[in-house]
């Protein structure tokens, strides 16, 4: 067998840039951004999305209320579309400035089993939160 031919700064396989279009300067593919929506091909790669659509990326498709038992708004529904072949962190900070993302407990190491992934997000006491998606390789 034959080990895959890999780019040598991420590792992306040269086989999925080929399958997606791209059919020669794998070392300099991997760090362009063909599609103009702010993510390289490396972290396409990375997360599941095709590197030349920019329509194609990691974002939140779906917020919805969260009910209690009471019928009341106890917080969100957050859903996205995912990849059976990543795992998923919905991390957080306050405010809006910084960058002082934090993994949020309970909401890590997320493996989906099907092509789309929702988690619910309390409402907690304090300042506004902000949340963000992370995707990596398993």
């Not at 390289?40 to 209320?65: I, N």
């Not at 190491?109 to 398993?138: I, K, Y």
């Amino acid at each position: 067998s034959f080990a895959e031919n890999l780019t040598p700064l991420h590792g992306i396989p040269e086989r999925w840039l080929a399958d997606r279009g791209i059919t020669n300067g794998f070392d300099e593919a991997e760090e362009a951004d063909d599609d103009e929506d702010g993510f390289p091909a490396w972290k396409e790669y990375v997360m599941d999305t095709h590197p030349g659509d920019p329509d194609s990326c990691l974002r939140v498709d779906s917020l919805e209320f969260a009910y209690g038992p009471e019928g009341d708004v106890v917080g969100y529904v957050i859903g996205w579309s995912a990849s059976t072949g990543r795992v998923y962190d919905v991390c957080c900070q306050d405010g809006l400035l910084g960058d002082a993302w934090l993994p949020m407990a309970g909401l890590t190491n997320l493996a989906p089993a099907t092509e789309h992934l929702s988690v619910t997000n309390l409402f907690h006491d304090g300042p506004m939160r902000m949340l963000r998606l992370q995707v990596r390789l398993p």
